[in-house]
């Protein structure tokens, strides 16, 4: 414990970029530690793209590791540096300050309680994740309202003692949104899920929903956790493009889905509902997307997609995602499109596979294009001369 205290104080003296471990989670978190006390540390978080995130509250006993240098915080380091240049301007940031000589957590407790802050909190001995607003504080208990956005009618009050906290995440932009949607939350009604299971109705139904405002989701049978929100771009003979949403209701891109690997699609949702929310007020906000991205792109519905995207893809040598039919995930580019086959240049930690491998279109389930994380890893593929 004195020698991750000591890395951790270093950090702080020498204002380093960390990776935090944790001893029970496999969520590590990147950032600057701005306070360290006896029992724990505030540590200033980014987001995957580099962007400002909030802050952590981390209790001692929950971290594992103090990381200073790897492949990883190189990368993180560039995206960082990159977001400030090319000013990928956020809300959600840390603004509160915090005293090393007084309880942390009590600190954290208290500002969320006075400002009505939405946290994220990991107890100990416990796997899940709970968000919620802070109804009362004590030294021996604590109060918590808690938010389901995936379903309105589970929010109990949680009441516990701040010592069986080890984790508090507060002030990021998904919980900040939270925050400011919480009174316009609180007037939605649950709803019951309804949703497309007819294959043959895939089709007609994804058709009235193109170029039309309602938010759906699309669940695939390979992973039926996994599912993408947004808004239908395009129908295609045998996929549909979708402008994707991300948790905190911003555009993030496209996908394109073949229509046979379609489990389900989701009309109405209390996530839904509240995705609807997040995106209204990311508009007023003037945030309504990622930065860099185009969400005004259309696409021929009566050409092959699949074919489409990846030819662009080799053309310009852009960085695509690639889900095949055996369920193996690609990130690269493609080169060599001909013959219904083309070579796929795959990327691993940032290193290119420069000789590539053969596939099929038709082993081609999902293409993922146009989002952020490709655009980063693109930008420092072709500053370091490897695309």
């Known amino acids: 414990m004195n020698s991750i205290v000591n890395d951790l104080n270093r950090a702080l003296a020498q204002h380093l970029l960390v990776n935090v471990y944790q001893t029970n989670q496999e969520v590590v978190y990147t950032g600057y530690v701005t306070t360290v006390s006896d029992t724990g540390i505030i540590l200033a978080t980014y987001d995957d793209y580099g962007i400002p995130d909030g802050a952590v509250f981390l209790d001692l006993t929950a971290i594992d590791e103090v990381e200073f240098s790897s492949d990883d915080l190189d990368n993180m380091a560039f995206r960082i540096q990159t977001a400030q240049d090319e000013q990928f301007v956020q809300a959600g940031g840390l603004t509160l300050q915090f005293d090393g000589h ?22 100990k001995d416990d796997e899940h994740f709970y968000e919620g607003i802070v109804t009362s504080v004590a030294a021996e208990q604590v109060s918590l309202q808690l938010l389901n956005k995936f379903d309105y009618t589970d929010q109990p009050l949680l009441t516990l003692t701040p010592k069986d906290i080890e984790v508090i995440e507060f002030q990021g932009q998904e919980l900040t949104l939270q925050g400011i949607a919480l009174p316009h939350l609180q007037k ?78 989701v009309l109405k949702s209390d996530y839904l509902q509240t995705m609807r929310l997040f995106a209204l007020l990311n508009r007023a906000r003037q945030q309504p997307i990622q930065p860099v991205l185009n969400d005004e792109r259309l696409f021929d519905a009566t ?26 995930d690609l990130l690269g580019f493609p080169s060599q499109v001909g013959g219904q086959r083309f070579i796929f240049h795959e990327i691993d930690d940032q290193q290119v596979d420069q000789v590539g491998q053969v596939y099929r279109l038709a082993d081609v389930d999902e293409v993922a294009f146009g989002y952020l994380d490709a655009y980063l890893v693109e930008r420092q593929l072709r500053v370091e001369g490897d695309l």
Not at 102 to 123: E, F, N, T
């Open 102 to 123: 007084r309880d942390l957590k009590q600190q954290v407790l208290s500002h969320a309680w006075v400002d009505h802050l939405v946290l994220m909190l990991v107890l």
């Open 303 to 328: 050409v092959d997609q699949f074919g489409a995207r990846i030819s662009q893809a080799a053309a310009f040598r852009t960085i695509i995602r690639l889900k095949l039919h055996d369920g193996t």
């Open 188 to 265: 939605l009604s649950h709803v019951a899920p309804t949703t497309v299971t007819d294959a043959d109705q895939f089709v007609p139904t994804l058709q009235q929903l193109v170029g039309k405002e309602p938010l759906v989701a699309l669940v695939p049978k390979h992973n039926r956790e996994l599912f993408f929100v947004g808004r239908i771009n395009t129908v295609t003979a045998d996929g549909v493009i979708m402008n994707l949403l991300d948790m905190t209701g911003q555009f993030g891109g496209y996908t394109l889905m073949r229509l046979s690997e379609l489990h389900e699609i």
